[in-house]
Structure formats: C-alpha cells, structure tokens
C-alpha cells in the first residue's frame, strides 16, 4: 500500500504562484500525478511525471504555467503553480500508479489509471 500526503494548498491572487507537494509512503511506484476538481465539475488529470525521470506531461489547460517534479532521494512530488487563474480553483490531488508508466498521452490518464490517492488539498484563486 502506498500512502500519499499532499500539502500546500491555499488562497493566492490571479496572477500569483503557488507550490504544492505529494509525500509518498513508498516511492515503489512507476507513475505520478496530480488531479484537480472544481466545484459542479468532474475531476481532471493537470500533470504527470515518471518517477525515474524528469519531464512531465501537463493538460492544455496548464501548459506552459505549472511544472511537476519529483525529488527522490525525499519520495516526494512537487506542482509549482504560476500565473494562476480564478479557473484554476480546485482540490488537488496527488495520485500514483505501482506497475506502469505515465502514457505519454496524457489524456489517457483519467482516474482509473490510478491506484493511490492522497487526501487532497483545497487552491482557491482570487480575482
């Protein structure tokens, strides 16, 4: 079983940056993400990195303004957040998958291609 603590959340500003982070129990897994959910709306894949590499996928939505990171040596993973939007107000999730790797196809990465999850963790941004 893999336990997942994400921390960070918070109000900021549009225009503001925040960072988020996940803390994963075991590091023995292949993939890991972040989700987010707004208010009436289902929950939507934001970033994903492999746990042995570097380079993350992103959703249109935040490309070009949030970066996923993992730091392995601490079984942790980051989503810097910049130039955020009201729009970008959510819970966050961090989610991990054991046996596979990230698909380079991000949009094949919904909630079912997920194990673990953390608690999640609120963002809200103001105008």
């Known amino acids: 079983q893999v336990q997942l603590v994400e921390s960070g959340g918070g109000s900021v500003q549009t225009g503001g940056s925040h960072r988020l982070s996940c803390a994963a129990s075991?590091?023995?897994?292949?993939?890991m993400g972040w989700f987010r959910q707004a208010p009436g709306k289902e929950r939507e894949v934001v970033a994903t990195?492999?746990?042995?590499?570097?380079?993350?996928n992103y959703a249109d939505s935040v490309k070009g303004r949030f970066t996923i990171s993992r730091d392995k040596a601490n079984k942790t993973v980051y989503l810097q957040m910049n130039s955020l939007k009201p729009e970008d107000t959510a819970m966050y999730y961090c989610?991990?998958?054991?046996?596979?790797?990230?698909?380079?196809?991000?949009?094949?990465?919904?909630?079912?291609?997920?194990?673990?999850w953390g608690q999640g963790t609120k963002v809200t941004v103001s105008s």
């Open positions: 990195i492999n746990t042995g590499g570097s380079t993350g």
């Open positions: 075991r590091y023995s897994v292949n993939c």
């Open positions: 989610a991990a998958r054991r046996l596979f790797s990230c698909s380079r196809d991000i949009a094949t990465m919904t909630e079912s291609a997920f194990t673990f």
